[in-house]
Protein backbone atom coordinates (compact mmCIF):
# COMPACT_ATOMS: atom_id res chain seq x y z
CA UNK A 1 0.00 0.00 0.00
CA UNK A 2 2.23 2.65 -1.19
CA UNK A 3 1.54 6.77 -1.01
CA UNK A 4 -1.29 7.32 -3.34
CA UNK A 5 -0.65 10.85 -4.90
CA UNK A 6 -2.84 13.25 -4.64
CA UNK A 7 -3.23 17.26 -4.84
CA UNK A 8 -4.33 17.67 -1.27
CA UNK A 9 -3.76 16.90 2.00
CA UNK A 10 -6.37 15.88 4.51
CA UNK A 11 -7.79 17.36 7.12
CA UNK A 12 -8.22 15.57 10.60
CA UNK A 13 -10.25 16.81 13.37
CA UNK A 14 -10.45 16.11 16.72
CA UNK A 15 -7.54 14.60 19.39
CA UNK A 16 -9.67 12.09 21.27
CA UNK A 17 -8.61 8.44 20.97
CA UNK A 18 -9.85 7.77 17.11
CA UNK A 19 -7.81 10.59 15.68
CA UNK A 20 -5.00 9.42 17.99
CA UNK A 21 -5.28 6.24 16.03
CA UNK A 22 -6.09 7.51 12.62
CA UNK A 23 -3.13 9.72 12.73
CA UNK A 24 -0.67 6.55 13.20
CA UNK A 25 -2.57 4.96 10.35
CA UNK A 26 -2.06 7.76 7.82
CA UNK A 27 1.35 8.34 9.32
CA UNK A 28 2.67 4.50 8.54
CA UNK A 29 0.07 5.09 4.83
CA UNK A 30 2.56 8.42 4.19
CA UNK A 31 -0.87 9.80 3.76
CA UNK A 32 -0.60 13.43 3.77
CA UNK A 33 -2.49 14.88 6.37
CA UNK A 34 -3.03 17.90 9.12
CA UNK A 35 -4.48 17.78 12.34
CA UNK A 36 -6.40 20.28 14.18
CA UNK A 37 -8.15 20.31 17.40
CA UNK A 38 -10.33 22.73 19.51
CA UNK A 39 -7.57 22.35 22.41
CA UNK A 40 -4.38 22.45 20.92
CA UNK A 41 -5.31 23.85 17.34
CA UNK A 42 -3.13 22.72 14.51
CA UNK A 43 -0.98 19.95 15.53
CA UNK A 44 2.65 20.06 14.34
CA UNK A 45 2.03 22.08 10.79
CA UNK A 46 -0.43 24.22 9.99
CA UNK A 47 -1.21 24.17 6.54
CA UNK A 48 0.23 26.77 3.84
CA UNK A 49 -1.58 30.28 4.43
CA UNK A 50 -1.95 28.85 8.31
CA UNK A 51 -5.60 29.96 8.96
CA UNK A 52 -5.76 29.67 12.49
CA UNK A 53 -8.75 27.83 12.80
CA UNK A 54 -9.52 24.52 9.73
CA UNK A 55 -13.01 25.92 8.77
CA UNK A 56 -11.11 29.16 7.33
CA UNK A 57 -9.19 27.17 4.94
CA UNK A 58 -11.19 24.21 3.60
CA UNK A 59 -10.36 24.52 0.29
CA UNK A 60 -6.63 23.56 1.28
CA UNK A 61 -7.89 19.77 1.62
CA UNK A 62 -8.99 16.93 0.00
CA UNK A 63 -10.89 15.16 2.43
CA UNK A 64 -12.36 16.33 5.59
CA UNK A 65 -12.17 13.60 8.42
CA UNK A 66 -14.35 14.06 11.53
CA UNK A 67 -13.06 12.46 14.12
CA UNK A 68 -15.14 14.03 16.75
CA UNK A 69 -17.61 12.86 19.01
CA UNK A 70 -20.84 11.56 17.77
CA UNK A 71 -23.57 14.47 18.97
CA UNK A 72 -21.47 17.62 18.02
CA UNK A 73 -21.19 15.67 14.06
CA UNK A 74 -24.38 17.15 12.69
CA UNK A 75 -23.58 20.81 14.20
CA UNK A 76 -20.39 20.73 12.78
CA UNK A 77 -21.13 19.83 9.30
CA UNK A 78 -24.17 21.64 8.74
CA UNK A 79 -22.43 24.93 10.03
CA UNK A 80 -19.32 24.26 7.56
CA UNK A 81 -19.51 22.10 4.78
CA UNK A 82 -20.22 22.98 1.33
CA UNK A 83 -21.34 21.00 -1.83
CA UNK A 84 -18.27 22.32 -3.52
CA UNK A 85 -15.60 21.66 -0.85
CA UNK A 86 -13.53 18.59 -0.05
CA UNK A 87 -15.84 15.56 0.64
CA UNK A 88 -16.27 15.05 4.36
CA UNK A 89 -16.27 11.32 6.57
CA UNK A 90 -17.47 11.15 9.69
CA UNK A 91 -17.18 7.67 12.05
CA UNK A 92 -19.96 7.15 13.76
CA UNK A 93 -21.44 3.73 13.72
CA UNK A 94 -24.73 4.88 14.36
CA UNK A 95 -25.80 8.18 13.29
CA UNK A 96 -26.65 9.55 9.47
CA UNK A 97 -25.13 12.72 9.01
CA UNK A 98 -26.37 15.22 6.36
CA UNK A 99 -23.26 16.60 4.64
CA UNK A 100 -20.96 13.84 5.72
CA UNK A 101 -20.52 9.97 4.70
CA UNK A 102 -20.01 7.92 7.23
CA UNK A 103 -16.65 4.99 7.59
CA UNK A 104 -17.28 3.17 10.90
CA UNK A 105 -13.95 1.41 11.65
CA UNK A 106 -15.77 -2.10 13.61
CA UNK A 107 -12.80 -1.94 16.52
CA UNK A 108 -12.49 -0.36 19.78
CA UNK A 109 -9.74 2.65 20.19
CA UNK A 110 -7.91 3.10 23.63
CA UNK A 111 -5.68 5.68 24.62
CA UNK A 112 -2.49 3.71 23.19
CA UNK A 113 -1.39 3.77 18.97
CA UNK A 114 -1.56 -0.25 18.17
CA UNK A 115 0.99 -2.39 16.76
CA UNK A 116 1.23 -1.14 12.98
CA UNK A 117 0.17 -4.72 11.25
CA UNK A 118 -3.07 -3.87 12.97
CA UNK A 119 -4.89 -1.51 11.55
CA UNK A 120 -4.94 -2.75 7.94
CA UNK A 121 -7.01 -5.76 9.24
CA UNK A 122 -9.73 -3.17 10.36
CA UNK A 123 -12.65 -3.50 8.40
CA UNK A 124 -14.74 -0.55 8.07
CA UNK A 125 -18.87 -0.32 7.13
CA UNK A 126 -20.17 2.16 4.82
CA UNK A 127 -23.48 3.17 4.21
CA UNK A 128 -24.79 1.31 0.63
CA UNK A 129 -26.37 4.69 -0.89
CA UNK A 130 -23.25 6.37 -0.71
CA UNK A 131 -19.40 6.48 -2.32
CA UNK A 132 -17.45 2.84 -2.11
CA UNK A 133 -14.68 2.65 1.23
CA UNK A 134 -11.92 2.64 -1.51
CA UNK A 135 -13.50 6.52 -3.19
CA UNK A 136 -14.11 7.68 0.21
CA UNK A 137 -10.90 7.14 1.78
CA UNK A 138 -8.51 6.19 -0.68
CA UNK A 139 -5.34 4.62 -0.36
CA UNK A 140 -6.22 2.91 2.98
CA UNK A 141 -7.10 -0.46 2.00
CA UNK A 142 -8.67 -2.24 4.82
CA UNK A 143 -11.62 -4.64 4.03
CA UNK A 144 -15.00 -2.73 4.02
CA UNK A 145 -18.52 -3.82 3.98
CA UNK A 146 -22.00 -1.55 2.82
CA UNK A 147 -24.63 -1.58 4.51
CA UNK A 148 -28.04 0.51 4.23
CA UNK A 149 -27.91 3.95 6.51
CA UNK A 150 -31.04 3.04 7.99
CA UNK A 151 -29.67 -0.39 9.99
CA UNK A 152 -26.81 2.09 11.11
CA UNK A 153 -28.60 2.75 14.94
CA UNK A 154 -29.05 -1.56 14.80
CA UNK A 155 -25.64 -2.26 13.93
CA UNK A 156 -24.43 -0.19 16.18
CA UNK A 157 -26.64 -1.52 18.46
CA UNK A 158 -24.85 -4.79 18.44
CA UNK A 159 -21.53 -3.86 18.21
CA UNK A 160 -22.17 -2.09 21.41
CA UNK A 161 -23.79 -5.32 22.66
CA UNK A 162 -20.99 -7.64 21.46
CA UNK A 163 -17.78 -4.98 22.48
CA UNK A 164 -18.64 -2.47 24.76
CA UNK A 165 -20.82 -4.61 27.06
CA UNK A 166 -18.43 -7.13 27.43
CA UNK A 167 -15.74 -5.15 28.63
CA UNK A 168 -17.64 -4.12 31.44
CA UNK A 169 -18.62 -7.64 32.37
CA UNK A 170 -15.07 -8.45 32.46
CA UNK A 171 -13.97 -5.37 34.33
CA UNK A 172 -16.78 -6.20 36.69
CA UNK A 173 -15.15 -9.91 36.88
CA UNK A 174 -11.60 -8.68 37.71
CA UNK A 175 -12.91 -5.79 40.02
CA UNK A 176 -14.95 -8.70 42.10
CA UNK A 177 -12.37 -11.31 42.00
CA UNK A 178 -9.96 -8.76 43.15
CA UNK A 179 -12.00 -7.13 45.51
CA UNK A 180 -12.97 -10.04 47.33
CA UNK A 181 -10.63 -12.79 47.12
CA UNK A 182 -7.16 -10.82 45.80
CA UNK A 183 -6.63 -12.24 42.68
CA UNK A 184 -4.84 -10.32 40.27
CA UNK A 185 -6.78 -9.55 37.18
CA UNK A 186 -2.96 -10.78 35.30
CA UNK A 187 -3.83 -14.12 36.82
CA UNK A 188 -7.50 -13.84 34.77
CA UNK A 189 -6.14 -13.26 31.97
CA UNK A 190 -5.04 -16.53 29.91
CA UNK A 191 -9.24 -17.11 30.65
CA UNK A 192 -9.96 -14.22 28.87
CA UNK A 193 -7.45 -14.44 26.02
CA UNK A 194 -8.57 -18.46 25.51
CA UNK A 195 -12.25 -17.52 25.84
CA UNK A 196 -11.55 -14.77 22.28
CA UNK A 197 -9.33 -17.53 20.97
CA UNK A 198 -12.53 -20.65 20.81
CA UNK A 199 -14.83 -17.65 19.42
CA UNK A 200 -11.95 -16.97 16.76
CA UNK A 201 -11.68 -20.47 15.48
CA UNK A 202 -13.31 -21.99 12.63
CA UNK A 203 -16.05 -23.96 15.71
CA UNK A 204 -17.28 -20.55 16.91
CA UNK A 205 -20.86 -22.42 17.40
CA UNK A 206 -19.03 -24.39 19.80
CA UNK A 207 -16.94 -21.59 22.05
CA UNK A 208 -20.15 -21.57 24.74
CA UNK A 209 -18.57 -23.93 27.55
CA UNK A 210 -20.06 -24.32 31.34
CA UNK A 211 -23.72 -25.05 32.83
CA UNK A 212 -25.68 -22.93 30.19
CA UNK A 213 -23.88 -25.28 27.30
CA UNK A 214 -24.62 -28.34 29.20
CA UNK A 215 -27.97 -27.12 30.49
CA UNK A 216 -26.81 -28.11 33.28
CA UNK A 217 -30.20 -26.53 35.50
CA UNK A 218 -29.26 -27.16 38.86
CA UNK A 219 -25.76 -25.85 38.57
CA UNK A 220 -27.35 -22.38 36.60
CA UNK A 221 -29.70 -22.62 39.77
CA UNK A 222 -26.84 -21.89 42.01
CA UNK A 223 -25.03 -19.30 40.34
CA UNK A 224 -28.23 -17.28 40.12
CA UNK A 225 -28.98 -17.99 43.65
CA UNK A 226 -25.21 -17.43 44.88
CA UNK A 227 -25.31 -13.96 42.95
CA UNK A 228 -28.93 -12.80 44.48
CA UNK A 229 -27.47 -13.75 47.68
CA UNK A 230 -24.11 -11.62 47.19
CA UNK A 231 -26.70 -8.75 46.23
CA UNK A 232 -24.93 -8.46 42.15
CA UNK A 233 -28.60 -7.55 41.20
CA UNK A 234 -27.81 -7.12 38.10
CA UNK A 235 -25.55 -9.71 37.05
CA UNK A 236 -28.29 -12.09 38.51
CA UNK A 237 -30.50 -10.37 35.93
CA UNK A 238 -28.37 -10.95 32.58
CA UNK A 239 -27.51 -14.49 33.71
CA UNK A 240 -31.13 -14.80 34.10
CA UNK A 241 -31.87 -13.26 30.38
CA UNK A 242 -29.33 -14.97 28.77
CA UNK A 243 -30.25 -18.37 30.33
CA UNK A 244 -33.73 -17.93 29.09
CA UNK A 245 -32.73 -16.71 25.39
CA UNK A 246 -30.10 -19.10 25.08
CA UNK A 247 -31.99 -22.42 26.42
CA UNK A 248 -32.79 -24.27 23.30
CA UNK A 249 -29.68 -23.75 21.86
CA UNK A 250 -28.16 -25.57 25.07
CA UNK A 251 -30.44 -28.03 24.47
CA UNK A 252 -29.66 -28.87 20.88
CA UNK A 253 -26.16 -28.79 22.08
CA UNK A 254 -26.25 -30.81 24.71
CA UNK A 255 -28.48 -33.32 22.61
N1 LIG B 1 -13.12 5.17 20.29
C1 LIG B 1 -13.62 4.16 19.61
O1 LIG B 1 -13.40 2.98 19.98
C2 LIG B 1 -14.42 4.40 18.36
C3 LIG B 1 -14.69 3.30 17.51
C4 LIG B 1 -15.38 3.52 16.33
C5 LIG B 1 -15.85 4.78 16.02
N2 LIG B 1 -15.62 5.83 16.86
C6 LIG B 1 -16.13 7.15 16.49
O2 LIG B 1 -15.08 8.08 16.47
C7 LIG B 1 -15.58 9.39 16.77
C8 LIG B 1 -14.73 10.00 17.88
O3 LIG B 1 -14.82 9.16 19.01
P1 LIG B 1 -13.64 9.09 20.09
O4 LIG B 1 -13.78 7.79 20.79
O5 LIG B 1 -12.35 9.46 19.47
O6 LIG B 1 -14.12 10.25 21.09
P2 LIG B 1 -13.25 11.06 22.17
O7 LIG B 1 -12.01 10.33 22.51
O8 LIG B 1 -14.22 11.42 23.24
O9 LIG B 1 -12.82 12.39 21.37
C9 LIG B 1 -13.81 13.27 20.95
C10 LIG B 1 -13.17 14.43 20.23
O10 LIG B 1 -14.24 15.24 19.72
C11 LIG B 1 -13.89 16.59 19.97
N3 LIG B 1 -15.11 17.40 19.98
C12 LIG B 1 -16.23 17.21 20.72
N4 LIG B 1 -17.15 18.16 20.41
C13 LIG B 1 -16.59 18.93 19.45
C14 LIG B 1 -17.04 20.07 18.71
N5 LIG B 1 -18.27 20.58 18.92
N6 LIG B 1 -16.20 20.61 17.79
C15 LIG B 1 -14.98 20.11 17.57
N7 LIG B 1 -14.47 19.02 18.25
C16 LIG B 1 -15.29 18.46 19.16
C17 LIG B 1 -13.21 16.55 21.32
O11 LIG B 1 -12.51 17.73 21.52
P3 LIG B 1 -12.57 18.50 22.94
O12 LIG B 1 -11.58 17.76 23.81
O13 LIG B 1 -12.17 19.89 22.61
O14 LIG B 1 -13.98 18.38 23.45
C18 LIG B 1 -12.29 15.33 21.08
O15 LIG B 1 -11.13 15.69 20.35
C19 LIG B 1 -17.06 9.21 17.14
O16 LIG B 1 -17.86 9.48 16.01
C20 LIG B 1 -17.14 7.73 17.49
O17 LIG B 1 -18.44 7.19 17.28
C21 LIG B 1 -14.91 5.68 18.02
Known amino acids: MGQV ?15 LHLRTYLRQLDIPCHQWSRRQGWHETPPPGGAPEPTAALGAFDRVLLAIRDDALADFVSR ?8 WVHFSGSRRIEGAWSAHPLCTFGPEPYEPAVYPTIPFVVESEGPRFDELLPGLGNPSVAIPAADKPLY ?16 RFF ?18 CQIAAN ?28 LDAAH ?8 RVFVDSTQPVARETAA
Open 5 to 19: PRAKPWLLLGDGQLA
Open 80 to 87: HATSEGPT
Open 156 to 171: HALCVAAGNLTTLLWQ
Open 175 to 192: AELEGRWGIDPELVAPYL
Open 199 to 226: LQSADRQRALTGPIARADRETIDQNVEA
Open 232 to 239: LDDLAQIY
